[in-house]
């Protein structure tokens, strides 16, 4: 078994044995991050760290914050030792971002007018991205289309309004999907109405389509269904198609939940008073 003596004899011959293998490689600085249980270092390269370097045994003691001169070989790093003066590895800084300058107090200097600021291991920054805000944009749905006389449907595909000889007609545009789900948390600013009327029944002339608001749920009813009060109007020949402009108080029932379909209807039982519509699509905007 070797002596501490022939130990240490042992270690400086493969220290000096190593120093010669490296003396055809590349002396290169470089700054000990930590060192490991091992002995072995980690070097600050950049923002990198190289992890596990080996060292000569004459570079002791290893501490942090030393300046050391590398040998680099074929690719392979060993520490030769420690030269210069010892570099302090500065703390981490904290970040704060804010709407408001710099806090108040003595010792903070501005870096970037009215953006950044420092102190003593931290910093303060105002926020300069703008806010996007709520992109503006609308709901768009194709009404379901249904006509009912004497409490029950009587079309399918079809919503018509008036008497067409047959008795009072009433015309459902249910929607699909939620309205309010599509909606939660938007500003509404208004929407549009497009409907269009088949080129049969009624005169040919045009003829006023009311259409009222309702709340149906998420069935189509088998029963006539009611509206509510508040109707928008437009006048239709056959074969045309309108679109209307709404209002953002009337629009913004869908948002709410007090409505979620529409519903065409008329008093009118003469043949100035029938439409029969196979287009109701309706917009929702909002921002």
Known sequence: MLSPDEIRALELLIDRRVSEALRSGVDVARVVDSVNADGTVNLRVGDSVVPAV??????????????????????????????????????????????????????????VTGQLWAKDGAMWAKRIVADPGTTAG????????????????????????????????????????SWTSALSGKTITGGTLTVHRQNKGGIYGAVPVVIYRALIGSTIPAATPTY????????????????????????????????????????????????????????????
């Open 54 to 111: 080996s060292a000569l045994t004459s570079y002791t003691p290893r501490a942090a914050g030393d300046t050391v001169l590398t040998r680099v070989r074929a690719g392979e790093q060993v520490v030769i030792g420690k030269t210069g003066a010892a570099t302090t590895i500065p703390a981490a800084l904290s970040l704060t971002v804010s709407n408001s300058a710099a806090p108040g107090g003595a010792g903070w200097w501005e870096i």
């Open 138 to 177: 609308g709901v768009a749905r194709t009404g379901v289309l249904r006509t009912y006389r004497g409490g029950k449907v009587t079309q399918i595909g079809i919503a018509e309004q008036g008497d067409y000889g047959y008795g009072p007609q009433l015309g459902l545009a249910h929607y699909g999907g």
């Open 228 to 287: 509510l009060a508040g109707a928008k109007s437009t006048r239709l020949s056959r074969n045309q198609t309108a679109t209307l402009a709404l209002d953002a108080a009337w629009c913004d029932s869908f948002r709410t939940g007090a409505a979620d379909s529409l519903v065409i209807w008329t008093d009118d039982t003469s043949d100035s008073g029938n439409a029969q519509l196979d287009r109701i699509d309706l917009t929702v905007n909002y921002s």
